[in-house]
């Protein structure tokens, strides 16, 4: 009976064990996976405020403005969205077309609907480059020609310690390939040519006139007054197509997406 009763004891005991092993391997399994997705967002930069970035300073201030300058109108024109980042290195474990595809749906280039986005990454210590275009602009900048655009046009400035005409060859080369892909339909509606024939045909334009005739029976002698003043009604219609402000030059993702299209190169 003794002797039972002891054979009990261990076995709950070894239960217990058992029990508090399991438990605390569920708990350390569930830190590391916690701890691997915190390392792994902090590997992502946060979405950029600028279309060209270099954090790394080795682009000329000048062509580094000009650049962005040429993206955000180049935005407004196409709706398509090319950002350009210049970075020393990356520090994921994946690879660099895993991590530019990271970086795209985290930044969500292009519009929803149309997808229509390109990321150009650079990293100088890796010697890196790597194009990742959305669904939307795969048609117009497929693999072959991403590949051509870092092979060809980008690639031997870098080998001749020349990024500033690296980066301007580059973004120029994927501005020319995906400029007749889409336009931007709001600015079209807001670029709306002038009809003068619509005008003249339009209710207010009977209605002034009857005015005009009505104001020259009463008063012959105002003949003179109302031509001279007749220049204020059509004047003043200011620049329409310009746009400025605070907000000029900076980005902000519309919500594409991409499946993993481009091409990457190396020097």
Known sequence: MITFCSFAQKIAAAEKMIRYF????LFSFSSWICSSKLQGAEQLPPPPHHYF???TGIISPAVATKLNDQLAAFDQQTSNQVVVLVAASFSASTSLDSYAQQLYSAWHLGTKKKSNGVLLVVFLKKHLIRIQTGYGLEGALPDVVCKRIIEEIMIPHFEQQNPNEAMIAGVQAILRAT???YKNDSLSKKKKSFSWVELLLSPFSFFLFIMII?????????????SSGGGWFFGGSGNVG???????GNFSGGGGESG???????W
């Open 22 to 25: 399991l438990l605390l391997s």
């Open 53 to 55: 970035n270099d954090e």
């Open 242 to 248: 310009s746009s400025g402000g605070d907000d000029w």
């Open 214 to 226: 009505s104001f020259l029976l009463r008063n012959s002698r105002g003949v003179g007054g109302l």
């Open 260 to 266: 993993g299209g481009g091409a990457d190169g190396s």
């Open 179 to 181: 400029a007749h892909e």
